[in-house]
């Protein structure tokens, strides 16, 4: 994949709200970003993923942004900052992205507590998924899910996703390997519809204005 698809973003109205998908920024994020995990962090620690041999220093902002933007470029990643009406409020990645016979990825998020349950996740998910099959040219997409995350639970069964089963002590996550339940769409699922529209329909909203 060339570079040249990173820096990528996403922007699209939903709801009366200005929902953006885009990179973070290493100077212009760093305060909003670190104080928004800060506030998080108790709301965020039960989903979180966790190193199973952790080392030792801390990695700093601009390192984190560094090394995410050096993995979007190879194609490996696509890390998404979550912005609503102009301000930071989660994150959207897809990682784990495979090319050849493949062309799969997975798909992880966090929102802040501050505004989670308004429909903003179900729609910035279905975004970055759109981003991924329509821009990026891939053929699945995967969310794995702790079978007692009743909120992300919610969020892709507003998507229609498909769920294939558990999978046992699958991701480290708050410090120990925890079972997860996997669930996908392929191009296959969605026959030629955005993910958007999909999650409108099922949903009973009108379709909304969507650009890329």
């Known amino acids: 994949m060339s570079d040249r698809r990173w820096p990528a973003a996403v922007e699209a109205r939903n709801d009366g709200h200005r929902i953006k998908l885009r990179p973070l920024r290493t100077r212009a994020d760093r305060v909003e970003y670190l104080t928004l995990r800060r506030a998080n962090a108790d709301w965020n620690r039960p989903w979180d ?17 560094r090394q995410q933007d050096r993995e979007a470029k190879a194609g490996r990643l696509l890390p998404f900052a979550l912005e609503v009406d102009g301000a930071l409020v989660g994150q959207v990645h897809l990682f784990g992205i495979s090319r050849g016979a493949l062309l799969s990825a997975s798909a992880g998020y966090w929102i802040s507590e501050s ?32 079978p007692d995350n009743g909120p992300s639970l919610r969020v892709v069964a507003k998507l229609g996703m498909r769920d294939e089963g558990v999978r046992r002590a699958y991701l480290h996550i708050d410090g120990a390997w925890r079972d997860h339940r996997t669930f996908a ?11 958007v529209d999909r999650l409108n329909r099922l949903s009973g909203q009108s379709l909304p204005r969507h650009t890329d």
């Open 115 to 146: 505004v989670a349950g308004q429909g903003i996740m179900p729609f910035a998910l279905a975004m970055a998924m759109d981003h991924a099959f329509q821009r990026e040219g891939l053929h699945r997409v995967e969310v794995n899910i702790r």
């Open 185 to 195: 769409l392929t191009t296959e699922d969605l026959a030629g519809e955005r993910v």
């Open 49 to 65: 993923s966790s190193p199973p041999n952790p080392t030792p220093g801390v990695v700093s902002f601009a390192q984190m942004v």
